[in-house]
């Protein structure tokens, strides 16, 4: 199971995460979230991990110029789509970036995935629907809903997980990868390594093949 650590902010909370074995890190490239990276800090940090870890660039309705601008500044591999994008941008920012696309949708009824099923990104990011946030609210959804998904294009599951719940919401998902910021942080953009420690601990590995 890969784990993809959201809000990197500063270099040791990043270098904290690739040793303990995430898939990739997610710099938040909007103002307005409380977790927005420095594009300078965001770039050394990619440039020093790039071997690592999968460096992701986090949007919420940014041009399509300021996408590729960052994608190329930073290395990108992946992007991550967090506001009201639809699939023709989604399209385009895949051509103009050679990046792997992830389209994040806010989940509140099965109705959510019939529309995520649009967009024909590498990943579809499930989050928490929640009146006027586009992400990182702390908030977990019915993840009972997710048998109503048809899963052509691998899922990543957010939204509320912790150390406490991921292994729950993985065997009711079962996602490509999980996504989580706030439940490995003391305060937002900055994270906790004993909740990060115990959040990688936490995720179920999959059981060595008997010989």
Not at 38 to 51: K, S, T
Not at 96 to 109: L, P, Q, Y
């Amino acid at each position: 199971m890969r784990v993809k650590i959201c809000g990197i902010t500063r270099p040791e909370d990043a270098e904290l995460a690739a040793e303990l074995g995430a898939w990739a890190i997610g710099f938040i490239l909007w103002s307005g979230s409380k977790r927005a990276a420095d594009p300078a800090v965001a770039a050394g940090i990619a440039a020093a991990l790039r071997r690592r870890v999968e460096p992701v660039g986090v949007f919420v309705n940014a041009s399509l110029d300021a996408v590729a601008h960052a994608a190329d500044a930073l290395h990108l591999t992946h992007v991550q789509l967090h506001g009201d994008e639809g699939p023709a941008f989604c399209a385009e920012v895949a051509r103009r970036t050679g990046a792997k696309v992830i389209k994040a949708a806010r989940i509140a009824d099965a109705s959510d995935f019939r529309e995520l099923e649009r967009f024909h990104t590498d990943f579809h990011l499930l989050d928490t629907a929640q009146r006027g946030a586009y992400g990182g609210t702390g908030a977990t959804w019915d993840w009972a809903i997710a048998a109503r998904r048809r899963r052509r294009v691998p899922a990543i599951l957010s939204g509320g997980l912790t150390a406490e719940n991921v292994a729950a919401g993985i065997a009711a998902v079962e996602p490509y990868a999980v996504d989580v910021a706030s439940g490995v942080e003391s305060a937002p953009g900055i994270k906790d390594p004993d909740k990060l420690a115990a959040f990688m601990a936490a995720v179920p590995q999959p059981l060595e093949a008997s010989s």
